[in-house]
């Protein structure tokens, strides 16, 4: 494991805050899991945590933009968003088939009652972050 510099804007810790509180450990559980994934991934020294269209986002200088969010107008559900362009999301729907439930090719979406597949959602979060380090390979390298 390398050394991880995490430069996060504050205006993140206040999306997370208002979240209500049904749904902010949920969302606290994925930020978690990105951070999780950065520092076990060598080659992520550097993620910035921003806001993307008022989402929590994740940046790094080899990866695709990873934001997630959860929405009043679909208040039991909870994503992570992914650029609809990449292969990102068709390639986890090939990989991992029903593990997960997918909106489109953007995203990844879970139940507020969902048991989150830690370590398969791990592998997508580092595929997203390193994406353009392994866009090339066979299933992305999953």
């Not at 209500?20 to 969302?27: E, G, L, Q, S, W």
């Not at 933009?65 to 609809?84: G, V």
Request: glycine share 4%.
């Amino acid at each position: 494991m390398g050394t991880l510099q995490l430069q996060s804007n504050p205006a993140v810790a206040t999306v997370f805050k208002n979240y209500p509180d049904t749904v902010r450990k949920k969302m606290e559980t994925l930020r978690q899991l990105v951070l999780e994934v950065a520092q076990e991934t060598p080659e992520i020294t550097k993620l910035e945590e921003t806001l993307k269209w008022s989402e929590p986002s994740y940046l790094t200088n080899k990866g695709s933009t990873l934001r997630m969010d959860w929405k009043a107008k679909s208040p039991h559900q909870y994503a992570l968003y992914f650029q609809c362009s990449s292969m990102l999301v068709s390639t986890f729907k090939m990989v991992y088939g029903n593990t997960f439930s997918y909106e489109g090719n953007r995203a990844i979406v879970f139940q507020l009652e969902d048991k989150l597949p830690v370590e398969e959602l791990k592998n997508c979060i580092r595929t997203t972050l390193q994406y353009h380090k392994v866009k090339h390979l066979p299933s992305l390298g999953l």
